[in-house]
Structure formats: structure tokens, C-alpha cells
């Protein structure tokens, strides 16, 4: 039983190690971005009545100032995180479309892209942690097991 176990681990434990390198990869930029007490500040109320091109805007849009955030990323962190996105080696992983979609979906913001619409707020809320979209090697597992691998799949109901 313990050499059963012992060649199930020696096969997993690859198969880990290279999912959870693509979560690295998400994680080390993700601490790079900006956090909740450096994010660019609302403008008050008092800012925003006396701005003129501002007044009708306040009451359907929230107007943000750029030049209160605190950023410490720079262009090579940036270069760095799509190249090493880009160059990820797919080989012995599962769900290899799904890796592929979040990094397609990450691609758009790319700043060397040709729509060009970085946005670091965009880029946070994609890396951030969701039940609906998770990061981590045994969630990705456990979201294919529950919602792309339904019990009630055809072979399921064969069996009736």
C-alpha cells in the first residue's frame, strides 16, 4: 500500500509544482500592485461642487484623483510579468484551456497590446481571488470537479 502511495505522490507532486509555478507568476505581480490604502482617493464633495466641468458629473459618476496613488511598479515589473505569462510552459497541466483563457483575458491589458486599455484597476481585480474564478491549484481542481465535471453528466445517466 505504501509504494501504491508513494508512485501516486511522485506523479502528483509534478503535476502541482507546475500550477502552482503559474500561481506564483499571478501572485509575485499581484503584491506588486498598489494596495487598498495607496489606491487613488475619491474627490469630496467640496472638490467636486467646485470644479466646474465636474459639478453634473458627481451624481452619476465617482471622480477618482489619480495623483493621490502610490505606485511602485515600473515598467519592467510589467514587462516582466506578461513575458514570463507569455513563455509558461503548458506541458503536463490540467485544465490547460483554462490557464490559457486567464492568460488571454489578463493579455488584453497588456500595455504593448494593440487596443492599449491598461488599467491597473482592471489588471487587480482580474488577479484578485473568486469562487467563480479561482487562482490556486486545488481550487481550479475542485471548480472543474463541481461545475465543467457535473455528477449529472451523460455518464451518469447511463447508468439508470
Given at each position: 500500500?505504501?509504494?501504491?502511495?508513494?508512485?501516486l505522490?511522485?506523479?502528483?507532486?509534478?503535476?502541482?509544482?507546475?500550477?502552482?509555478?503559474?500561481?506564483?507568476?499571478?501572485?509575485?505581480?499581484?503584491?506588486?500592485?498598489?494596495?487598498?490604502?495607496?489606491?487613488?482617493?475619491?474627490?469630496?464633495?467640496?472638490?467636486v461642487?467646485n470644479?466646474?466641468?465636474?459639478?453634473?458629473?458627481?451624481?452619476?459618476?465617482?471622480?477618482?484623483?489619480?495623483?493621490?496613488?502610490?505606485?511602485?511598479l515600473?515598467?519592467?515589473?510589467?514587462?516582466?510579468?506578461?513575458?514570463?505569462?507569455?513563455?509558461?510552459?503548458?506541458?503536463?497541466?490540467?485544465?490547460?484551456?483554462?490557464?490559457?483563457?486567464?492568460?488571454?483575458?489578463?493579455?488584453?491589458?497588456?500595455?504593448?497590446?494593440?487596443?492599449?486599455?491598461?488599467?491597473?484597476?482592471?489588471?487587480?481585480?482580474?488577479?484578485?481571488?473568486k469562487?467563480?474564478?479561482?487562482?490556486?491549484?486545488?481550487?481550479?481542481?475542485?471548480?472543474?470537479?463541481?461545475?465543467?465535471?457535473?455528477l449529472?453528466?451523460?455518464?451518469?445517466?447511463?447508468?439508470?
Amino acid at each position: 500500500m505504501d509504494l501504491i502511495l508513494n508512485i501516486l505522490t511522485f506523479g502528483i507532486k509534478p503535476l502541482y509544482e507546475k500550477h502552482n509555478s503559474f500561481y506564483e507568476i499571478l501572485v509575485e505581480f499581484r503584491n506588486k500592485l498598489p494596495r487598498k490604502q495607496n489606491e487613488a482617493r475619491k474627490l469630496t464633495e467640496k472638490d467636486v461642487e467646485n470644479n466646474i466641468m465636474l459639478r453634473g458629473i458627481s451624481k452619476t459618476m465617482t471622480v477618482i484623483d489619480l495623483s493621490t496613488q502610490k505606485i511602485s511598479l515600473t515598467e519592467s515589473d510589467i514587462d516582466e510579468f506578461y513575458n514570463k505569462l507569455n513563455s509558461f510552459n503548458y506541458d503536463f497541466i490540467l485544465f490547460k484551456k483554462y490557464y490559457i483563457s486567464i492568460v488571454k483575458n489578463l493579455n488584453r491589458f497588456n500595455p504593448k497590446a494593440e487596443n492599449t486599455n491598461f488599467d491597473l484597476a482592471i489588471l487587480k481585480e482580474l488577479l484578485e481571488e473568486k469562487e467563480s474564478k479561482p487562482l490556486r491549484p486545488i481550487p481550479i481542481l475542485i471548480f472543474h470537479l463541481k461545475y465543467k465535471y457535473k455528477l449529472t453528466s451523460w455518464i451518469f445517466k447511463l447508468k439508470k
